[in-house]
């Protein structure tokens, strides 16, 4: 196969709900919390939340309904992480999407540069205990990096920046409305992966599997700068 025209490019994979099955977790945690303060939560507030910070995502869930102050706010985003931890150290490996491994196994065979950009600051550690191959990445940049969350682009263009790869040459790859507004707002091609609406995508599928390889090809074969 002729990879020419992958040479220069970069894909850079979200996380939480793209490469791990973590993204229901939050959703546990959030769910827990909302009914502790007895505010009114669903999956359709809760997908308003995917890619945000903790602490955005209960100002968030919060707007209009109590008012917090910063001690509050502390405590309780702290305790919402306690409550997800808890949830994906039991998961383990079991958080790794089928898959995963053989699509970025046959991404790894092309020039293309990899990473992974998440606005977790417990990326690292979901890395580590879902046993995704961090040699698979060029760049790992997690929330521990970075201060301004998605929709912001700073985490996208710190992943491009750590690959050497120009952000129009970036396709992302993420479940998250906010996702996938950083990723325009960072001038980079996208890619929506589940069932939720994202708006409208360069590519869009419901998860990431071998068939769907073809997809990243053929948007940078079609892309030119
Ligand atoms: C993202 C998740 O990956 O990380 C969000 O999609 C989460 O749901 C966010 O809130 C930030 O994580 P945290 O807890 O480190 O601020
Ligand atoms: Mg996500």
Redesign the pocket.
């Known amino acids: 196969m002729n990879t020419f025209y992958l040479e220069n490019k970069a894909v850079i994979f ?4 793209v490469l791990l099955d973590s ?1 229901e977790y ?1 959703y546990l945690a959030w769910k827990k919390i909302a009914s502790e303060l007895n505010i009114h939560f669903n999956r359709k507030i809760n997908h308003l ?6 602490k955005e ?1 209960l100002l968030i869930m919060t707007h209009g309904k109590i008012e917090l102050d910063e001690k509050q706010i502390t405590e309780i985003t702290t305790r919402k ?1 306690a409550l997800y931890l808890d949830f994906v150290r039991k998961a383990g490996e079991k958080l790794l999407f089928d898959g995963i491994n053989d699509f970025l196994a046959e991404l790894r065979k092309t020039p293309l540069k990899l990473a992974v950009s ?5 990326a690292p550690e979901l890395i580590d205990i879902s046993g995704l191959k961090k040699d698979f990445f060029h760049a790992v940049v997690s ?1 521990q990096d970075f201060t301004r969350s998605k929709p912001d682009p700073e985490s996208f263009l710190m992943a491009a920046g750590k690959v050497g790869i120009n952000a129009e040459n970036c396709l992302v790859i993420e479940d ?1 409305p906010a996702g996938i507004e950083a990723a325009r707002r960072a001038r980079m091609g996208t890619f929506g992966v589940g069932n939720a609406e994202l708006g409208s995508c360069d590519i869009k599928a419901e998860s990431l599997s071998l068939k769907n390889v073809s997809f990243i090809f053929e948007y940078f074969k079609n892309h030119e700068v």
């Open positions: 979200d996380l939480d709900g993204a939050h939340l995917r890619g945000v910070s903790r995502s992480n998440s606005g977790s600051r417990n929330g998250a």
